[in-house]
Every structure is written in C-alpha cells, then in structure tokens.
C-alpha cells in the first residue's frame, strides 16, 4: 500500500501492522455451491473495509486492473461488485496502451501485463451504498474507497471470473 497511500508523512508513521480491510477469496455457501460455481469458471469474494483514515484520505484498496482474455482480444476480464453493507467509492480509470501494429499482439499484452502503460484516458467515480450492483467495465482498473464519516464498516460481494491474477503495477505507479 505504500506506494497508493497519498498522504506520505502519515505513512512514515503508521504502524506496518495496521490492518486495512480484509478479503475473503472463493466463497461460497455450500461444498455444492462451490463446485457449481467452479464448474461455470466464477469465483465469489467478499471484502470487509472498516471506517479508517489514511492520513489526509479515506481508506481504500490497493487497486487492481484485469488481464486480458486469452483468446487474444484487446478486452479485459469485466467485474461486478454489490455493496451489503455501508458505502463506497470505486475509482475507474482506463489506460490507453498504444497502438497495436500487426503482429505486435503478443508483445502489447506482455507490455500491459507488466503495467507499461502510456496514459490514462478516461476516470469514473461511482457512488454506492447498499443494494447498489456496479460493474466494473473491461480495460478499466479500479480501486474501492471508503468514504464512511460516520464510520460505518463497507461490506461487499464481487463476481468474477476465476483463473488469473490482478494486476497491480500501474495502480502504484
């Protein structure tokens, strides 16, 4: 988180066991669900992020982008997230990767899979509070703040597809 924390005096403070928010990967009610849900290549993650300030700024997540489908299309893995409790803000932001010549596939997909891009073109806030579904569109990134004043703990559920890692290098850049 270091290298997203805004507020760099706070961080030379902090404690480096302060925890953030907490997520639970691959949940599922039952040993049946769980096979279901694996069969249609989704995975089930809740997140918990108590009310906490970092610094001068809300707490947040880390941040992440998607990769892209391996079936060599330019689309990254969408997401969708519901809010169960609380409020958030998911910051959107989409990266503009350069131009693709022909034959040059393999290398611009490498080159996002190490985060190398050249801009960001487009950035979206959405404000959400319980019940609200937001989804998270392909080639955007994202991160999840907690805007709570009153304090209030932000829990929420998300869908996505299983069998890949976020990327997390151009968040931190």
Do not use: C
């Not at 069969?39 to 992440?64: Q, W």
């Not at 409790?85 to 503009?96: I, T």
């Amino acid at each position: 988180m270091k290298e997203v924390v805004f507020d760099k005096a706070f961080l030379a403070s902090a404690s480096k066991e302060m925890e953030l928010y907490f997520m639970f990967r691959g949940v599922s009610k039952s040993e049946e669900d769980e096979r279901r849900i694996n069969k249609m290549g989704l995975r089930y993650d809740i997140t918990i992020i108590p009310p906490n300030t970092l610094g001068s700024e809300f707490v947040k997540t880390a941040g992440h982008y998607h990769p892209t489908f391996s079936d060599g299309s330019d689309l990254t893995f969408p997401e969708i997230y519901e809010v169960l409790e609380g409020e958030a803000h998911y910051l959107l932001q989409r990266r503009e990767e350069g131009k693709v010549q022909r034959g040059e596939k393999v290398q611009q997909r490498e080159k996002v899979q190490r985060g190398e891009a050249e801009k960001i073109t487009d950035v979206v806030v959405v404000k959400a509070e319980e019940g609200d579904k937001v989804l998270i569109p392909p080639n955007y990134g994202h991160v999840t703040i907690n805007p709570s004043e009153e304090k209030a703990t932000l829990k929420m559920a998300n869908w996505v597809a299983s069998g890949w890692s976020s990327i997390y290098e151009p968040i931190k850049r």
